[in-house]
Each structure stands twice: as C-alpha cells, then as structure tokens.
C-alpha cells in the first residue's frame, strides 16, 4: 500500500493465476483527505474498465476533454498521458485489461480516437449499472475483485493463435513481431497486422515506439532509485533511440514533459505498465 498523506492511499493488486492472460493487475485508491488530489496517468495501451464509488472520478483526455465517471467507464487503450483528480470521499478500482482480452470479453475492441464510454453502451443493457451497486454495497477492495472477477467469468471468450503469439514478444523483443508470427502461423503480414489492429485497437508499430519509450522509463527509475548519475548516451544507446531529440519527441509526446521534468514530477504520475 502506497501512502501519500494522511488520509490518501492507492495499491496495485496482483491478479489470481486463473485471470493472468486476462487482466495485468487491478488498481485501487481512496482519498480520505479534504482536498482533492491530481495524478496523472502515463500511457499504457491498456484498455481499463473503471469504477468510482463514493464521490464521481473526473479525467482530461489528450484532447483536453473534461469527462467525469459517474459508475463506470472504460478508458480506450491510453496511448497518452490523462491527469485525474481523486475528489475527497471517492474510493477508485481499475480494472486493466491485458492485449486482446478486452475484445475477448465484449467481441470489439476500443480505439484511441473513440470517447470514453459506459460499458452498457456496447452491451446495449444495464449489466455493468447492476453490476457496479453490487459491489457498492462491498466493504473491501478484495471482495469488490472478487466479485468483479466472478462476474466476468462466463463471458471469456478463446483467444486467436496469432494474438496468443504476438503477446508473447516481450518489450525488450528488437524483432518484427508481426514478420515472425506471420511466418509461425502461415499468414500474410498484413493479414496479422489487421488482426493486431483488429483485437487490441492499436497498431504494432504504435506499441514497438512505446515499448522503445517504456524501456527508457524503466531505466531512468532504476538510477534514480539507486541515486546513480545519469548517462544519457547510455541511455539512448540502450533504449534504441539515434539521439536525444529523438528522445525528447516521445517523452512530449506520451506525457508532455522532458525527461528531465518527467524525473521532477514522477511522484505524481501514476504508471500502469503491462506485465
């Protein structure tokens, strides 16, 4: 659990072994304080289902679009950074969904220039409004997961071979995933890259760039959690980047700061990372 004041609190939840192909790691917080408190949210292209209890979770889109969570909501695969404010009273759970099982779960699957939408909406019946009273009326976050993962159960749909194969390059893969799963399966390449599209609402060039940007991330909190000095050619050199303003393009790209103001502000921004 991760204090941030007296009365604010969040913690990253781990998933049951039975959901890992399904759901990354669920994320909740409380803010009990008089004040609301700003975060903000890095990219993940995660599709994230949201839930608001106790006082309404307000975001601003990339856009600059004010949307407010009066239940819940699900975010597109956020491919940008979102600041969000936690009014006081409100108790947050989010849901983050891993590569193709949002479409796994609803038969479509969410992209970035779509508005946020209540998942009723695509049901075209009051489910997830049902849904979200019953866990209302819950005390814990763990039963309020419980419950949400006892829910989604029966509605988990097989997955495509193809997309079983693409989630297993990792973000350190410097391989074309699609060639490679393209040749694994006998397909043409753009028969995979319209799958890719298809099932996880964004392109495999979009999520190789953002890959190359998490790893710089992942880089720059090892140093500073081990206070070492930073050696920015390094840096670039393994991340993959030509050069520091190739660099500097992404980071005001996926959270509108330089490196050097996303290392000033990083407490405040909340990373939702895949596995």
Known sequence: ???????????????????R?????????????SQPVQ????????????????AKLSFTSPSGTTVVVEKCLLLWP??????????????LLAANFKADAFYRFFGQAMVSDALPVHPDELLHENCFTNLWHLLNDLQTPAGRIGYLLD??????????????????????SRLNPVKVVAQQTNQHERTIQLKHKKYLGYSAKEISRYQRFLRVVEMLETKVSETEKFDWQDI??????????????????????????????QQDICIARPD
């Open 236 to 265: 670039l050199s393994q991340g993959g980047y030509y050069d520091q303003s190739q660099l500097i393009h992404d980071f005001q790209h996926y959270v509108g700061l330089s490196p050097t103001h996303f290392l000033r502000f």
């Open 151 to 172: 829910f989604c159960r029966p509605y988990l749909k097989d997955r495509d071979q193809a997309l079983v194969s693409l989630a297993d390059f990792s973000s350190d």
């Open 78 to 91: 956020v491919k940008q950074a979102i600041a969000y404010t936690l009014p006081p009273g409100i108790e």
């Open 39 to 54: 975060k903000t949210l890095l990219p993940s292209f995660q599709t994230i289902l949201l839930f608001s209890f106790g």
């Open 21 to 33: 192909e399904v759901f990354t790691h669920f994320y909740v917080a409380q803010n009990l304080t």
């Open 1 to 19: 659990m991760q204090a941030e004041g007296q009365e604010y609190s969040s913690e990253r939840i781990p998933v049951p072994p039975e959901f």
